[in-house]
């Protein structure tokens, strides 16, 4: 451990230990998702499984509550549902990533945990330089940096980063996100025998050749189902359309076929992973049971950012609950993941619940702890769910439509999210005290929000527009954090 590192680690332990107890207290913290103990989280990162336990990283500027440099903290888990805090994985100490330890991803090797990641570099000109760097763990725990891999190839702007490293048969490959010279997003694969040598085997998709457009796709990841493969991507500067691409940035998905030596991703149209507000930079992993994992960031650089309650408490933002992923049809369903059952309580159920149109029902029975909804719609009509006076769900039954709305931070108006559903069969609804996560019919359709409710109204409140039935199955959920490092 050089100076620089012991420096900047020492800052990170006094600031967590004036502001911690304060995060801690807010009413607006979270209970059983991911988050940082204070500063600001975003990207999860290096999501993996190694030596019995799971590894979630992730992007942290422990320093500020706003995107400066950043380093990597860690959780680990034996199960994905309780969780323990790990020791800081990457510091910024070096050269080559002295303005933040960018977003990357893990692998597992030889009884090694290798971390790939970004090193994003200010010169002195003023003048952004990357590097994609390596970090190599024996316990993953404790990490030896390597240093740059991979430097900057021609055709490119220094917006070149976050590499998703896998093997398909006996080689590694790796995908990163980049913007051409023309300025055209763009994903380039790499290749590798042994993780430290990489060939440059060129784009894949994007650099203008795709009608899906913008200038820069950030965070791709490749994945292999029996169906086919699919990318993931995170694209900047897309257009809205409609109902569609309606935040400032879109992470979603395309369907295809990698030809690795052809250096091309046959693929079809862009999708949405989740139509919510608070949804970006999506990470997966392939665990022991062969399940596909993915987690993301809850949150967005936008202009309500700065308007959070939560920054008045020293931190900001926080990771979606885990979701299984499964490839039917050529549509990825997300589904929570089942170890999630472990964290729940009391439980709490309403069997065949009729209203008629224009009938309210106020659900009530559990408190204001966090909460699981399962809501079956055994007979279907247009309804809404209002959410604690701050956030609403409405099915409109003849539009096939389900809307969610929410209160804006920064003007107090009124936005919303739409998608287009056939019908609505099943809601399943993890609400915490300052965020929600809808998974409509099995995972057809997630959206996902921050909200920030008065803390001390709990109230679910069901509004039938026609005659409706359904029942409800609901737990108190408790928290997913049993030690701190």
Known sequence: MNENEKRLLTAVEERIQSFHQKA???????????????????????????????????????????????????????????????????????????????????????????????????????????????????????????????????????????????????????????????????????????????????????????????????????????????????????????????????????????DVDSSRFSHGDFSELDKGFDFYAPQTMTDEAGRRILVAWMGMTDSQEPYHPTLNYHWIHALTIPRELELKDGVVLQRPVNELKKLRAGAFSVRSKELLAGEKWKFEGMGVESKELIIDVLKAGSFSIRLRNEAEIHYDCQKGRVTLTRRRLDDGSTERRRVDVSRVQKLHLFLDHSSLELFLNDGEHVLTARYFPRVSDDSIIFHSKENVMFSVEAYTLRSNLNVHS
């Not at 977003?103 to 003023?126: E, I, P, Q, R």
């Not at 990357?130 to 055709?155: M, N, R, W």
């Not at 699919?230 to 879109?250: A, H, M, T």
Request: hydrophobic share 35%; glycine share 10%; proline share 6%.
């Open 24 to 258: 801690e207290a807010d009413p607006y913290r979270l209970n059983y998702h991911l988050l940082p103990p204070i500063g600001l989280l975003n990207d999860p990162n290096g999501l993996s499984f190694f030596k019995g336990r799971y590894h979630f990283f992730y992007q942290w500027n422990p320093l500020e509550e706003s995107h400066g440099a950043k380093f990597w903290g860690h959780y680990s888990s034996e199960d994905l549902a309780t969780w323990r805090h790990e020791p800081i994985a990457l510091v910024p100490s070096e050269w080559y990533e002295r303005n933040g330890c960018y977003s990357g991803s893990a692998v597992v090797s030889d009884d090694h945990l290798f971390l790939f990641y970004t090193g994003n570099v200010k010169n002195d000109a003023g003048e952004r330089e990357t590097y994609q760097c390596l970090a190599v763990s024996e316990d993953g725990v404790h990490f030896e940096k390597k240093g740059p891999v991979i430097t900057l190839p021609e055709g490119f702007t220094a917006h070149f980063r976050d590499p998703k490293v896998w093997k398909r048969g006996a080689t590694w490959h790796m995908v990163i996100g980049a913007q051409t010279s023309e300025g055209a997003g763009a994903v380039v694969l790499y290749t590798s025998d042994d993780l430290y040598r990489w060939n440059y085997k060129g784009i894949i998709a994007g650099a203008g050749r795709d009608a899906l457009g913008g200038y820069m796709w950030e965070c791709p990841d490749l994945l292999e189902f029996d169906e086919g493969d699919v990318l993931l991507i995170s694209p900047q500067g897309i257009e809205p359309e409609e109902d569609r691409y309606q935040n400032l940035f879109q992470s979603g998905y395309m369907t295809g076929a990698l």
